[in-house]
T-cell receptor, first 111, second 113 residues
């Protein structure tokens, strides 16, 4: 039961910012937004998560709209190593089976 | 911390054989998850444990699949008998309680011929 919607694919020029959108219009008040990425043949890698405030770490920034119905993951200076499938997930605390990955966005960083 | 450790990395077996996949979660993590990934179905949650107790196994495909967690530092996923359609990459992940993120291992690539 998908709770998020993402574009299937995106391209980004190397060195430019990559902005990956995610719609989660049915998100509940206690559900967090998580972003993961998966580089071919590796395990998914955690990037960032947030509840309602914008978040930033060494990998990326997460912008969540005020109504929390959508969010954007920003990779500020994309490199070729950022080419991967990016998954947006919503999940409530202390739950397991709601960690549904969906199909994600395949990001290709172009030299 | 070494992260989530899975073994073996690759497994090739013949149809009908028993297969056992192993996982060591990150120390102190209370949740452990088993996922399967195929091109057709993407990442599917098979089962998850909380404090070594299976909580939800509704994703386990059929009775040929079983998972155990005898202690906080070890889990197994067993397939008996294996079939070619079980060929996939199997991931183990662990997390703390609450809103903490999952940490994945590098997976076991299973090929059943």
């Amino acid at each position: 039961d998908a709770k998020t919607t993402q574009p299937p694919s995106m391209d980004c020029a190397e060195g430019r910012a990559a902005n990956l959108p995610c719609n989660h219009s049915t998100i509940s008040g206690n559900e967090y937004v998580y972003w993961y990425r998966q580089i071919h043949s590796q395990g998914p890698q955690y990037i960032i998560h947030g509840l309602k405030n914008n978040e930033t770490n060494e990998m990326a920034s997460l912008i969540i709209t005020e109504d929390r119905k959508s969010s954007t993951l920003i990779l500020p200076h994309a490199t070729l190593r950022d080419t991967a499938v990016y998954y947006c997930i919503v999940r409530a605390p202390n739950t397991g089976n709601q960690f549904y990955f969906g199909t994600g966005t395949s990001l290709t960083v172009i030299p | 911390d070494a992260g989530v450790i899975q073994s073996p990395r690759h497994e090739v077996t013949e149809m009908g054989q028993e297969v056992t996949l192993r996982c060591k979660p990150i120390s102190g993590h209370d949740y452990l998850f088993w996922y399967r990934q195929t091109m057709m179905r993407g990442l599917e949650l098979l089962i998850y444990f909380n404090n070594n107790v299976p909580i939800d196994d509704s994703g386990m495909p059929e009775d040929r699949f079983s998972a155990k967690m005898p202690n906080a530092s070890f889990s197994t996923l067993k397939i008996q008998p294996s079939e070619p359609r079980d060929s996939a990459v199997y991931f183990c992940a662990s997390s703390l309680v609450g809103y903490s993120p999952l940490h994945f291992g590098n997976g076991t690539r299973l090929t059943v011929t």
